[in-house]
């Protein structure tokens, strides 16, 4: 199985954040990390690797400024096989669509796996609406705000927690998956990572 895990590098909630003078927010001149919803779906990407076995590579994907290459160090570090990073003046300060674009373009260069797995939303912005766009562009079943992931072979169950009821979703891959933060704690990186 082939698994690429899309990755935000967001600016430090406890960092004094700043504008640039196109209103965008400033991620050169601000500490940044790895959104910490994402970590729950490179958390799970490296679950479905484990228990599929040494055949499944996890690959993280991330668009972003050069600073940006720590989100991909740190999965890396939790254990991810392979790191990507774009990085181009000519996507500073994307929207959804330009976000989604490039991902989808990125995805599409090496060549579209198993599984896209996004977090729930980033820390940043909060919108929850790239894996659905991602879907789209790669033209691609989605199911998403997983809480519980289950596969066998290329067939994938998920559990999706309302408000009100629990959802069981099914679909085959490859699809786009989005999962939240209630599908366990992502590990901590090793020293060997």
Do not use: H, W
């Not at 990390?33 to 690959?59: F, H, I, R």
């Not at 373009?105 to 790239?130: N, R």
């Not at 879907?135 to 519980?148: C, G, I, K, W």
């Not at 069981?168 to 939240?180: D, E, F």
Request: aromatic letters at 4%.
């Amino acid at each position: 199985m082939n698994i690429v895990v899309c990755v935000k590098y967001v600016p430090d909630a406890t960092a004094d954040r700043q504008f640039e003078s196109d209103n965008t927010v400033d991620r050169v001149g601000v500490d940044g990390l790895l959104s910490e919803l994402d970590e729950y779906a490179v958390e799970q990407a490296l679950q479905l690797k484990e228990k599929a076995g040494d055949d499944t590579e996890v690959t993280a994907l991330c668009i972003g400024p050069e600073k940006a290459a720590d989100a991909v160090r740190k999965a890396l570090q939790m254990g991810a096989d392979k790191g990507i990073l774009v990085s181009d003046e000519a996507i500073a300060g994307s929207d959804y669509l330009g976000t989604s674009l490039v991902l989808a373009e990125a995805i599409k260069k090496i060549g579209v796996p198993d599984l896209v797995m996004c977090g729930m939303a980033s820390t940043d912005a909060s919108g929850s609406v790239v894996p659905a766009m991602l879907a789209e562009r790669l033209d691609l079943p989605q199911v998403t705000f997983a809480s519980v992931i289950e596969t066998q072979g290329d067939q994938v169950r998920i559990k999706r927690d309302g408000d009100t009821a629990t959802e069981v979703i099914g679909a085959t891959m490859p699809l786009v998956m989005s999962v939240t933060d209630q599908t366990g704690e992502a590990r901590y990186p090793s020293f060997k990572g």
